[in-house]
């Protein structure tokens, strides 16, 4: 007798179970359909401001070029200014002819040897900065392609879950959303991990550049010295002093 109500119990009770279960899955579908249109919402965002940041770097990059840019013009137009007057100098106190050319000559070695330095300045700085943004164009064109692609899988992942609702068990589809989703993330992590780092091709490109402004640098003091020197040998040490 006691099995029978027992029996009867359990039969009682199981279209009561199947119902829960169906709501359980029922509301889990919905929150996965709720998460999806939030994701998706989310990815707007996330690309607005992705947008926003690469934009804000490249005007800073530019701000700081235009802002070097005008403070070597304004070196630049001193140095002329004062070189100028230390040739009107030279030519002032020139009194014979060998004096007279030797100042031309001075005036013309200097004045390549300072092309040739400003040459070599300008073709480094823009060696570098070509090299840069091309970094820089590399660097975001990957990380929008890791976005993209942790994008897809996310939306694969929800995606998934959606269409498993007809068919999948609660704890089936939650453990496998789970899963796709962590293992988006993880790739998504090691994407970045492998084009983040990028501090060391920016340091090579730094010294290539300062090596070589160093180089002309030193030809142009090496070019002075030695024109230096033969001035001051037709106006004798005295005369150049």
């Known amino acids: 007798m006691k099995k029978?109500?027992?029996l009867s119990a359990i039969l009682f009770l199981l279209p009561g179970l199947s119902l829960a279960q169906e709501s359980q899955s029922q509301?889990?579908?919905?929150?996965?359909?709720?998460?999806?249109?939030?994701?998706?919402?989310?990815?707007?965002?996330?690309?607005?401001?992705?947008?926003?940041?690469?934009?804000?770097?490249?005007?800073?990059v530019e701000n700081r070029r235009e802002n070097r840019s005008k403070q070597l013009e304004n070196i630049r137009t001193k140095w002329d200014e004062n070189a100028d007057k230390n040739f009107q100098k030279l030519k002032?106190?020139?009194?014979?002819?060998?004096?007279?050319?030797?100042?031309?000559?001075?005036?013309s070695t200097v004045q390549n040897a300072l092309t040739a330095?400003?040459?070599?300045?300008?073709?480094?700085?823009k060696e570098f900065q070509t090299a840069f943004d091309s970094l820089i164009s590399s660097r975001q064109a990957a990380l929008k392609q890791k976005t993209e692609a942790y994008k897809t899988a996310v939306n694969a992942a929800y995606e998934s879950a959606k269409n498993s609702c007809a068919t999948g068990t609660l704890s089936q589809?939650?453990?496998n959303l789970k899963t796709a989703l962590n293992q988006a993330k993880q790739d998504y992590k090691n994407g970045l991990n492998a084009?983040?780092?990028?501090?060391?091709?920016?340091a090579?490109?730094?010294?290539?550049?300062n090596d070589e402004i160093k180089s002309a640098s030193d030809a142009f003091h090496n070019v002075?010295?030695?024109?230096?020197?033969?001035?001051?040998s037709v106006f004798g040490e005295d005369e150049s002093k």
């Open 27 to 60: 509301n889990v579908c919905e929150k996965v359909v709720q998460k999806l249109s939030s994701v998706q919402q989310g990815w707007g965002r996330l690309q607005e401001n992705l947008k926003n940041k690469q934009a804000e770097i490249k005007g800073n």
């Open 224 to 232: 002075l010295q030695q024109a230096t020197q033969s001035l001051k």
């Open 195 to 202: 084009i983040q780092n990028y501090s060391n091709d920016i």
């Open 4 to 6: 029978i109500l027992v």
């Open 173 to 175: 589809i939650k453990q």
């Open 204 to 209: 090579n490109l730094s010294k290539k550049r």
């Open 117 to 125: 330095r400003r040459t070599a300045f300008e073709n480094a700085t």
């Open 92 to 107: 002032d106190r020139a009194k014979t002819d060998e004096q007279k050319q030797a100042v031309e000559t001075f005036i």
